[in-house]
């Protein structure tokens, strides 16, 4: 591609809205261990409408705690602060991901139901493989593919050269790599970075059509690897490669293709409810 696009297309990474000032104090509030729950609340309270996507997501039925939760004061003590993390970025997410691709194929709001899906899945193939933060998984997974939002009017304009591509049967992701420089998941490594979020979310979404190319964290890449197998079955969105969940990368974790049954089979049974956070 042209030097001058491959610089426009670094530039939108840059202007691709970020997370809101607020959330970001607020995330690492949540990180601190010296932080009380008094600042975080008091923190969360000056943005109104983080309040009430708090207040919303966690009464929502995916999140649906044994009670209705009223207050963000009641919301951080009974979900706790990773949850709080996740519903945070899933409210933050929805707007950005949520428009028409041009692009990429998919109906409306396809890729935002594959990021939801790929969230729950990650955070359930965590949960078996005793990974140590599960909610971070869930955020791996909602953010995968948020690299294909700067590439998608790029791909609108090379349409024609993708479509020949494609029935050639190469690779999406090469095609991508070949026209512009950069696929969906550096792309989305470059944003992890820019968001200023921890270097292990960046690697695994970097990796996450190539997991054991990873280097520092490849636990978390090989689960949004998975994850995103997992989604592209349930819920695809974007060109859509055969999903390959390697019998021999689930048995090097200690899974079995029943235990991806099981996981998948869970996530079906959430989509209803994961639809409801939208
Ligand atoms: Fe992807
Ligand atoms: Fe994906």
């Known amino acids: 591609m042209a030097k001058m696009q491959v610089d426009a ?21 949540l990180d601190d261990p010296d932080s009380d729950i008094e600042e975080v609340k008091d923190a969360i309270l000056l943005d109104p409408a983080l309040t009430a996507d ?17 207050s963000v004061r009641h919301a951080i003590i009974l979900l706790g602060r990773k949850v709080i993390k996740k519903i945070i970025f899933t409210a ?7 428009h028409q691709l041009k692009g990429y194929p998919g109906q409306e709001n396809a890729l935002w139901e594959h990021s939801l899906v790929a969230a729950v899945a990650a955070e359930l193939i965590a949960e078996r493989l005793g990974y140590q933060d599960k909610e971070q998984a869930y955020i791996t997974g909602l953010l995968h593919d948020i690299g294909k939002l700067i590439l998608d009017p790029y791909v609108e304009k090379a349409q024609k050269e993708i479509e020949t591509a494609l029935k050639e049967g190469k690779n999406p992701l090469k095609v991508e790599k070949e026209l ?28 996450h059509h190539s997991p054991t190319e990873a280097n520092e964290e ?20 974007g060109f859509v490669t055969k999903p390959s969940t390697e ?5 090097e974790l200690g899974l079995t293709l029943a235990d991806m049954e099981e996981i998948t089979l869970r996530v079906l049974a959430a989509k209803e409810e994961i639809s409801t956070l939208s």
């Open 180 to 207: 512009f420089d950069y696929d969906h998941a550096e792309i989305g490594g470059l944003i992890a970075e820019n968001w200023q979020l921890p270097s292990s979310i960046k690697e695994a979404i970097t990796y």
């Open 9 to 29: 297309l670094i530039k939108s990474i840059k202007l691709l809205k970020p997370l809101s000032a607020t959330a970001q104090k607020v995330l690492k509030l």
């Open 54 to 70: 708090i207040l919303r997501i966690s009464n929502s039925a995916y999140f649906a705690f044994r009670q209705k939760i009223t």
């Open 218 to 237: 490849v636990m978390l890449a090989l689960i949004t690897y998975l994850a995103d197998s997992l989604a592209v079955s349930v819920c695809p969105a």
């Open 92 to 98: 933050q997410m929805g707007p950005v991901f949520k």
């Open 247 to 251: 019998a021999s990368l689930l048995s």
